[in-house]
């Protein structure tokens, strides 16, 4: 994921939240603590630890330009599994004993949703990198997020391929409300755009086996199968989707934004569509 610009984002914040009356935690200390909770271990690790590398990266250029000032920026890394009980744990304990100003995370919508009510009830500010689905935010002060959400990237989506697609089918994890989130999104824009979703197929987290779902696609007559979500299923779908004959481009988010994805596809992936974070207008080579 293109995380440099948003981590810049996030770290500046959360400096600034030191010197808000709200935060009582970091009055008048010198020693700054964000708290960081992403996925360190599991299927979802290599972007926590991409998360991570980039917080580290920008604290470390941060405390450098502040060695003249009376602070410094220390991290508080928790490894949340991306599981919502463990997160709100997690974050329970950096706003709790380990009194941090402010935490970074979780990644995933899901996770972020279940620990809106914790966020507020101790009001010490969440800022989720990557959580786009709509009610993140929603109706809490100390709730934020660094990327764009469901409905503006289901419509960039459907945008784009409505111009040479009319027929659309979705391949939609059940298990995740970012996926929920997104297919809804996609599809109301895309039928509001002149299109018709011909198919709309289910999967759970840990599946392997796709064979059913995308001959059902297959046979619905679908140009576009927009399938928003993670690895492993995400690259074993790509492979299959070639196996069972499928013809139609298949498209994803920003959650195929990754090695795990790109490498694990194989050769599969080409002609695939990948709406993401990325500006050809930033030319920094982080």
Not at 39 to 61: C, D, I, N, T
Not at 128 to 154: E, H, I, L, W
Not at 230 to 250: M, N
Request: with cysteine; net charge neutral.
């Amino acid at each position: 994921m293109k995380l440099c610009k948003a981590i810049t984002m996030f770290v500046f914040c959360c400096i600034m939240l030191v010197y808000l009356p709200r935060t009582g935690h970091c009055e008048e200390r010198k020693e700054v603590k964000i708290g960081v909770m992403a996925p360190l271990s599991g299927p979802l690790a290599p972007y926590g630890k991409a998360v991570l590398e980039g917080v580290r990266m920008r604290v470390e250029e941060a405390n450098e330009k502040s060695s003249g000032l009376n602070y410094t920026i220390k991290l508080c890394v928790e490894d949340n599994m991306e599981n919502d009980t463990t997160t709100i744990s997690v974050y329970n304990k950096l706003a709790g004993s380990d009194r941090v100003c402010a935490v970074i995370g979780p990644l995933t919508s899901t996770c972020a949703l279940a620990v809106r009510r914790a966020v507020a009830k101790l009001k010490v500010p969440l800022i989720t990198p990557t959580a786009t689905n709509d009610k993140v935010t929603r109706d809490n002060d100390y709730m934020f997020r660094a990327c764009f959400n469901d409905s503006f990237q289901g419509r960039v989506i459907a945008t784009h391929v409505v111009k040479e697609m009319k027929k659309a089918a979705t391949l939609v994890d059940m298990n995740s409300d970012y996926s929920k989130g997104l297919a809804k999104s996609f599809g109301e824009f895309f039928q509001k755009l002149g299109g018709q979703v011909v198919a709309e197929e289910k999967y759970q987290q840990k599946d392997t086996d796709f064979a059913v779902q995308l001959k059902k696609i297959l046979g619905s007559g679908a140009e576009i199968v927009f399938v928003p979500g993670y690895p492993p299923e995400v690259p074993l779908i790509i492979k299959q989707a070639k196996a069972v004959g499928l013809s139609a481009r298949l498209c994803g988010a920003d959650g195929w934004d990754n090695d795990a994805v790109i490498n694990g596809s194989g050769d599969n992936i080409e002609g695939s569509l990948i709406v993401g974070a990325f500006s050809p207008d930033d030319t920094r080579p982080q």
